[in-house]
């Protein structure tokens, strides 16, 4: 099956600074490559998602790198915020299928 | 939109007790849910899939005798934790997708629930 794996566990970062999370996968079949944040007791929020056709996503300050060939993608915060603090979790699937997590990035902004 | 509800958003219960706990999608009717649970300061991990009017698919590991799913219909599944033991307090969180024109049916999100035993 399916394995992801993302670094780093943790991220701490100013204010204004870019912030970049990378995850690899296993299975060459994944072709849906989503990224989620997460607030404490809250649920997932999609915030970007790279499908394996395209190379490179970007909206406003979120982009997403995707690099088949090596199979690893990131994620690229810019001009970092306080609320951008919370977990960070990408994760891969096989069009439609289970998705399979990364073990989280807890990023840190500090003002 | 896509909203996913579920209820309770927490309980508390007693060792050896059952607790039920129902994922809805309000405004949509989801071809699968699936089920998740999250430890603290851990990933999610995928307990079941489940699509309407079939048996739920468990991922390796996971008790179906304890975690007992039904789908019932195309707009609720319920996670029946049985004899529930402290081991089990976790957040459990669901999901469900719609058909979409494209490939990949996009997870839609419960808000979690979260179970503490006692």
């Known amino acids: 099956g399916e394995n992801v794996e993302q670094h780093p566990s943790t991220l701490s970062v100013q204010e204004g600074d870019s912030a970049v999370i990378k995850c690899t996968y296993s299975?060459?079949?994944?072709?849906?490559f989503p990224w989620y944040k997460q607030e404490l007791g809250k649920r997932p929020q999609l915030i970007i998602d790279?499908?394996?056709?395209?190379g490179e996503k970007k909206d406003q300050r979120i982009a997403v790198t995707l690099n088949k060939t090596a199979k690893h993608f990131s994620l690229h915060i810019t001009e970092t915020q306080p609320e951008d603090s919370a977990v960070y979790f990408c994760?891969?699937?096989?069009?439609?299928?289970?998705?399979?997590f990364g073990e989280g990035t807890q990023l840190t902004v500090n003002p | 939109g896509a909203v996913v509800s579920q209820h309770p958003s927490w309980v508390i219960c007693k060792s050896g007790t059952s607790v039920k706990i129902e994922c809805r999608s309000l405004?949509?009717?989801?071809?699968?849910m699936f089920w998740y649970r999250q430890f603290p300061k851990q990933s999610l991990m995928l307990m079941a899939t489940s699509n309407e009017g079939s048996k739920a698919t468990y991922e390796q590991g996971v008790e179906k005798d304890k975690f007992l799913i039904n789908h019932a219909s195309l707009t609720l599944s319920t996670l029946t934790v049985t004899s529930a033991h402290p081991e089990d307090s976790s957040f459990y969180i669901c999901?469900?997708?719609?058909?979409?024109?494209?490939?990949?049916?996009?997870?839609?999100f419960g808000p979690g629930t979260r179970l503490t035993v006692l």
């Open positions: 790279i499908r394996s056709n395209v």
């Open positions: 299975d060459s079949a994944s072709n849906y």
């Open positions: 994760a891969a699937t096989t069009s439609g299928s289970r998705l399979t």
């Open positions: 405004d949509f009717q989801a071809t699968t």
């Open positions: 999901s469900a997708t719609r058909p979409a024109s494209g490939v990949y049916n996009e997870q839609f």
